[in-house]
Each structure stands twice: as C-alpha cells, then as structure tokens.
C-alpha cells in the first residue's frame, strides 16, 4: 500500500485540449457544405453516437472513431473516405495540454501525490498525449488495458486494482461529467469536477468539488 495519496485523472479535456469534432470539421466541411449539412448537428450527433459506442462492447477507440464518423456520414449522405479517418487520428495526436495542466501537475508532484491517468483511450495513442503534457505520470491506466470504457464500472475497478492506494487515498480529477463525475460517486473517493465549459451540475451527484481549469487543483488539495 503506497503511504502517498494519488489524483487520478480524466486525459482528454482535462488534461489535454482534445476535441475531435473541432479537428474532423476541416475535414469534412466541404462535402456537409455540398449536401447542405448542418455543422453543429452534425457534430452533435457524432458526439452521441461516439458515447453510445464507448457503451457497448469493448473495441478499440481507434475503431470507434472510424466507424462513428462512417456512420454519423452515412446518416447525413455525405461519402466516407479512409482518409478521413487517417487525418483526424494524425490531428489528434497533435492535440495539446491546456497551458495550465503542467505547472499543476509539477505543484501536486511537488506536494506529494503520486500522479495517474485512467483513459479512455488505447495503449499506442495515450503516449503522444503524455509527451505533450510534459510530465510524468505514476500510472496510466488505459480502456485498452481495462477492457472496457468510462463510464462503465469495469474501467474504474481495473484501476482500483492497479493503484495501490485504498481508495481513500484516492481523488479524482476530470472534467467529463458523464463519463467521470456521476459514475465515480458510487466508490466514495473525492470527485473534482474540472468544469471548463461551464455545464450544470447536480445535487443528487454531490458531494463533489468544482474548479474551472486545472490551475484550481493544487490550492484545493492544499499544496
């Protein structure tokens, strides 16, 4: 049992400005623009139908994000090609950590947490986004390893078997408030809720802390 406490955390869009829909856009946008697509629609329906996949059976995330996009362009009879799959995946590994993310992790090291990552992401993507956060993490626990996604309970009790912490010893840290903050209440950890975009919260979810960027993290845990 490791005699320090631990943050885990939620990588993309917590730790990293990871937004798909923003990189597929470009990507697409000419060939919505020709069917006469709404964009906003459009890309809300690939958020749902990515979060819908995410629910099912495991499959690589790499997967997910083809066959999401296939279909979410299949329904609006736009045409599909490989390579936008293999553009979007090349614009994601670029994705950068917000600009506050790394002095924040630096302070909690400094303070004395031991630093995770619990992801929903697969083992030979999540290491570009390690790199571009800049620091060390003491474990990173990805879907892939788990075999199964956030908010499913099998992903968070693959990680409470990687950690050696008790789960008192345990807070999390994510901005994802369907994939992190409402199915974590169950385990009784401390919950932060990184609240970068403003949404609603809910009573029946507390007791969990807000922050609005990660800079709120260091002062809340007292270092």
């Known amino acids: 049992m490791s005699t320090k406490p631990v943050v885990t955390f939620d990588c993309y869009r917590t730790l990293v400005d990871f937004d798909l829909n923003r990189a597929t856009l470009p990507i697409v946008r000419d ?3 020709e069917v006469g697509v ?17 629910a099912q059976p495991y499959q690589r995330y790499a997967d997910i994000v083809k066959q999401t996009l296939e279909i979410c362009m299949l329904l609006h009879g736009v045409q599909f090609r490989d390579d936008d799959f293999e553009q979007l995946m090349a614009e994601a590994k670029k994705f950068p950590a917000f600009p506050e993310v790394p002095e924040a992790l630096r302070r909690l090291r400094a303070g004395g947490y031991e630093l995770a990552i619990i992801t929903n992401s697969d083992d030979d993507l999540i290491p570009y986004h390690v790199a571009n956060i800049g620091v060390d993490f003491d474990y990173v626990v990805t879907a ?3 075999g199964a996604y956030k908010p499913r309970e ?9 950690l050696p912490q008790s789960l008192d010893q345990i807070t999390h840290a994510a901005q994802g408030w369907e994939y992190d903050i409402m199915p974590a209440k169950k385990y009784g950890i401390r919950r932060v809720w990184v609240n970068r975009y403003g949404r609603k919260g809910s009573s029946v979810y507390q007791p969990y802390d807000e922050i609005s960027d990660l800079s709120g993290l260091p002062p809340l845990l007292g270092v």
């Open 31 to 33: 060939r919505l623009d």
């Open 38 to 54: 709404d964009h906003e629609e459009f890309l809300d329906n690939l958020r749902v139908m990515r979060f819908q996949a995410v």
């Open 144 to 146: 892939e390893q788990a």
């Open 154 to 162: 099998q992903a968070f009790e693959h990680l409470f078997d990687v």
